[in-house]
């Protein structure tokens, strides 16, 4: 992935998903998004270059966390 706010994205949430995903107000002041933008993006990304740091099991977790901030930002 050759977009450095794209590979900042998911370094972001990677450290975050265990304690549920970032606040909101640090994905503002690093990103300038909403929830929504922000976790809509990140689960885009995770489907095309999830973070290879991350075994099945976690990857599974991030992506529950990124879908439920998601159903939540609605």
Known sequence: MDNPTHQKMLAFET??????????????????????DFFGEVDRLIEVA??????????DRMRKVVRRRLWMAR
């Open 15 to 36: 450290d975050w998903y265990p304690l549920g995903g970032g606040s909101s107000v640090a994905i503002r002041e690093q990103f300038g998004l909403s929830d929504r």
């Open 50 to 59: 999830p973070p290879e740091k991350l075994t099945t099991a976690e990857l």
